[in-house]
T-cell receptor, first 114, second 113 residues
């Protein structure tokens, strides 16, 4: 069965520092991969998605992610974090046979210190 | 675009009662999915509707049911509420033409007491 693992439950960074959030997936074919962000009490906002093609994907708010098939990873990066980036980040994969069914990881909470 | 709107934002129900949550999607978004997000967890897929028919379901019992209407609105119904049904319920919709970037609503926070 497909699954998504986000190894880091909580990450704290200083404003202006670089960021990398880890995501590993289990999937039998080429996956559809997504990163979403959730602010407290809010729904999910799509940051970026990967379906095929260039393995480095650019998203909104200065985020990017790189698909690495050999490592089954889709890590999210940002070169310089802003205080407004503090939120919960979720990695998700479209289920095999029904890519409309998104399987989410448990999330990584990002805290940003000034 | 008007986004995805969910109502109500918060709701408190008693165990055993029934609840209906509502979602209004963007015009043209004929695919809608519902998710349950328990506290501290990632969202879990409940089911999906396409052109008013259910065409995908997660590991949820039949007391979770839904409807999708021609005006791009939808409902999630939960019967015989249990304490473990307390969660944030998220509606997500997309255009069925191939763009898999779902737009999520802000959710309904359901508390069962």
């Amino acid at each position: 069965a497909q699954s998504v693992t986000q190894p880091d439950i909580h990450i704290t960074v200083s404003e202006g520092a670089s960021l990398e959030l880890r995501c590993n997936y289990s999937y039998g074919a080429t996956p559809y991969l997504f990163w979403y962000v959730q602010s407290p009490g809010q729904g999910l906002q799509l940051l970026l998605k990967y379906f095929s093609g260039d393995t480095l994907v650019q998203g909104i708010k200065g985020f990017e992610a790189e698909f690495k098939r050999s490592q089954s990873s889709f890590n999210l990066r940002k070169p310089s974090v802003h205080w407004s980036d503090a939120a919960e980040y979720f990695c998700a994969v479209g289920a095999q046979g029904n890519t409309d069914k998104l399987i989410f990881g448990t999330g990584t909470r990002l805290q940003v210190f000034p | 675009e008007t986004g995805v709107t969910q109502s109500p934002t918060h709701l408190i129900k008693t165990r055993g009662q029934q609840v209906t949550l509502r979602c209004s999607s963007q015009s043209g978004h004929n695919t809608v999915s519902w998710y349950q997000q328990a506290l501290g967890q990632g969202p879990q897929f409940i089911f999906q509707y396409y052109r008013e028919e259910e065409n995908g379901r997660g590991n949820f019992p039949p007391r979770f049911s839904g409807l999708q209407f021609p005006n791009y609105s939808s409902e999630l119904n939960v019967n015989a509420l249990e304490l473990d049904d307390s969660a944030l319920y998220l509606c997500a919709s997309r255009n069925g033409q191939g763009d898999y970037g779902y737009t999520f609503g802000s959710g309904t926070r359901l508390t069962v007491v």
